[in-house]
């Protein structure tokens, strides 16, 4: 198994520091010890008990869960309901109208405050310009939009109408926004002119025209958002503006009841073949597991809290812990639309101070960036309002968690170190602020209502102590129902592993007292900044340029990012690929990975070989390719066919130029 944890297994538990909840924070916290019990003692029940308490329903559900189709689950079946009255409307109705939902601020400091009567309108509107740009219920909706409020709206509009939405990241490209448009058949993508990122104004709408330039597509309509007011081509009778058909539509709209198995999202995210997955979630289950996460892991108070998770929508974390969570729980949020360091290296900190936010999630990476900066920068702030801190998204290493809880949570605030992933919808392994006594660097236990362990390659739990990979072994409603239009993919990729139990393809270790340790991928799958990224979409991205005749590409350590993305490419001499220098080849191959896929996935280093290590049925042996970009010796290359090609690779690195 890969140890891709920075600080490796062995420094891992040999951590010994220890953070029980103080007696005050137990006291008020809004989950006690005794829910493990009892969801225990009946696990649908204890679900089918938070539907009913967190959310209501247009229709109530007399069943719970029905397995009987494995491994498609169905929760609460026959019962009905619609995400966006839960999240919304539902507040209005109870006198809660005036309370903040959320407080935007933008990269530039413009800032929109709006509240829960507020929020119905715009997303009210904004459904009836849907319905009249043709949308319907079970239509898919693709968005392309910076990290506004026009996205929060959107994805209710979408919700209040029953269209799953298919959030696509700004960061990715025009080539994989379309192959994300095709796989879904969106009739409508809703896409801005573009976002503030790093001080300037970074365009979207070209890559939308630039997809829907590609070939055939589904899609009817643009409507775009103004957001920077910079120029933009226009296809009329396709393209829409917000501002003419969103803002000029009535704000009432009845919600569309939806039955509990009706598809609230699909969201693409990277697996270990070259395709992106479409994994798909449905409403009710979906929508209890978040409501009770969020009110669980965080101790959420509605009334006084002010909570910020620092995720873009275009991520799962965005879906469930940004729209749907916290405002099903009818919490106060900032959203904020830029980088952490615009215009300075303080502004999260300024942001805190300013709202007073009392709960911040984000991701280890940007722990790690503000320990490089300097503790002196947050300590520039009022940062007491916190109470509680949460991570999520890769493994956090001891280190940054003790900063994260001394300089950011004032030695005072609990850590909740969340283990999740789209596929799982919501969270499933973390500490309860109130109840754990916490250890740096460990997810912990599974959450009340969630089973799950650690087994070895035969499927048997492993005992203390010891490592293998991590299994849910029993169903939760906010599992994925699928992968959209791939059922037996699905089928294939997490529940082929091991019999009858969910493979998330993450190895874990359990500790002396059963707590389990994440340790990373144990497949293709590369975790940079906490963004998903497969090695196979990363080759064939390379492979595709006229110059590359074989890729290989690894994720090796990298102290700020978790891992960094490094290719070994094969040039073809014959076609120009030999002639370029080694800068050249960079360059040029790091722009065309950002082009096929995005920014994000562009390789940190690419270097150039002659062969690349193969065994004898010619599998790449990227475990020897991963010494190599770790600058470690080179571990045992006996089953390679041709034993000293790594000795060629070694040479060909040292060799000047
Ligand atoms: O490897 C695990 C890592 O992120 C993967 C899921 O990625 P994604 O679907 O993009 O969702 C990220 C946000 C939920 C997992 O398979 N991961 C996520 N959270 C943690 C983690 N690894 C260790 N510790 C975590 N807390």
Redesign the pocket.
């Known amino acids: 198994m890969t140890d891709t ?1 920075p600080g490796g297994l062995e420094n891992l538990l040999s951590e010994d520091r220890r953070f029980p909840p103080s007696s005050e924070f137990a006291a008020q916290a809004n989950v006690h010890r005794d829910a493990y019990a009892w969801a225990d003692a009946d696990r649908p029940a204890f679900w089918a008990e938070q539907a009913r308490d967190l959310l209501d329903w247009t229709t109530p559900f007399h069943e719970v869960l029905d397995w009987s189709g494995a491994p498609v689950a169905r929760w609460f079946a026959d019962g009905r309901l619609n995400a966006a009255y839960n999240a919304v409307d539902r507040h209005v109705e109870a006198g809660r109208g005036d309370r903040v939902a959320l407080h935007f601020e933008g990269e530039g400091g413009d800032t929109r405050t709006i509240t829960y009567a507020d929020l119905q309108r715009e997303v009210s509107k904004a459904a009836n310009a849907l319905a009249a740009l043709g949308v319907e219920t079970g239509d898919r909706v693709a968005i392309y939009l910076p990290l506004i409020p026009e996205a929060v709206f959107t994805m209710l509009a979408c919700a209040r109408i029953g269209a799953p939405h298919s959030v696509v990241f700004g960061g990715f490209s025009a080539e994989a926004l379309y192959s994300r448009i095709v796989d879904a058949e969106a009739k409508l993508v809703v896409t801005a002119d573009g976002g503030f990122r790093r001080g300037a104004a970074s365009a979207l709408k070209p890559a939308v025209d630039e997809a829907l330039a590609k070939g055939e597509s589904p899609v009817e309509h643009v409507l775009v958002v103004r957001r920077t007011g910079q120029d933009v081509a226009w296809t009329e009778g396709r393209d829409v503006w917000w501002s003419d058909t969103v803002d000029t539509a009535s704000d009432e709209h009845t919600p569309v009841a939806v039955d509990a198995e009706h598809p609230l999202f699909i969201l693409y ?2 697996g270990t073949t070259g395709k992106p997955k479409g ?1 798909f979630h449905t409403t009710g289950g979906y929508l209890t597991q978040a409501a009770y996460t969020h009110k669980a892991v965080f101790d959420l108070k509605a009334e006084t809290d002010v909570y910020w998770c620092t ?1 873009d929508i275009g ?3 965005g879906h ?1 812990y940004v729209v749907y969570g916290p405002l099903v729980n009818g919490a106060t949020q900032v959203i904020y639309e830029g980088t952490p360091d615009t215009p300075h290296r303080g502004r999260w900190w300024e942001i805190i101070e300013k709202y007073k936010v009392s709960i911040l999630y984000t ?2 990476t940007a722990i790690r960036t503000c320990m490089k900066w300097g503790e002196e920068i947050p300590s520039k702030f009022d940062l007491s309002s916190l109470r509680v801190l949460g ?6 290493n001891p280190e940054a968690w003790v900063w994260y809880r001394r300089v950011i949570g004032g030695d005072r605030t609990p850590i909740v ?8 919808g919501a ?1 499933m ?2 500490p309860l602020p109130g109840v754990t006594t916490t250890k740096p660097g460990s ?1 912990q236990v599974p959450l009340p209502g969630i089973a799950a362990t650690v087994v070895d390659d035969d499927a048997h739990p492993v005992p203390d102590g010891s490592g293998g990979y ?1 299994v849910v072994t029993e169903p939760w409603p906010s599992m994925l129902r699928g992968i959209w239009g791939d059922q037996e993919r699905y089928a294939d990729t997490y529940w082929s592993r091991f019999k009858d139990l969910y493979f ?3 190895g874990a270790k359990k500790d002396d007292d059963g707590d389990i340790w ?4 144990v497949d293709d ?1 590369m ?1 940079v900044s ?3 990224l497969s090695t196979t979409e990363i080759e064939s991205a390379l492979v595709s340029h006229p110059w590359v005749a074989e890729a290989a590409v690894v994720g090796a350590t990298d102290e700020t990012t978790g891992q960094a993305v490094v290719a070994f490419v094969i040039l073809r001499g014959d076609a120009g690929g030999g002639e370029q220098s080694a800068d050249e080849v960079q360059t040029t191959l790091r722009n065309h990975v950002a082009k096929e896929i995005g920014p994000i996935a562009k390789p940190r280093q690419i270097l150039v070989v002659a062969e690349l290590p193969k065994t004898r049925s010619g599998k790449i042996m990227r475990r020897l390719l991963r010494d190599v970009a770790e600058h470690r010796q080179v571990g045992d290359a006996t089953t390679l066919a041709d034993a000293s090609v790594m000795d060629l690779i070694a040479q060909g690195l040292s060799a000047p130029g």
């Open positions: 944890t995210t990277s994994i995720a991520w799962i974390t469930t991701a280890p991570s999520v998204g890769e493994p956090i170190d969340t283990w999740w992933q789209t596929e799982t969270i392994i973390s997810a991590l998330a393809g993450d994440l340790l990373g991928r799958v975790n906490g963004h998903r």
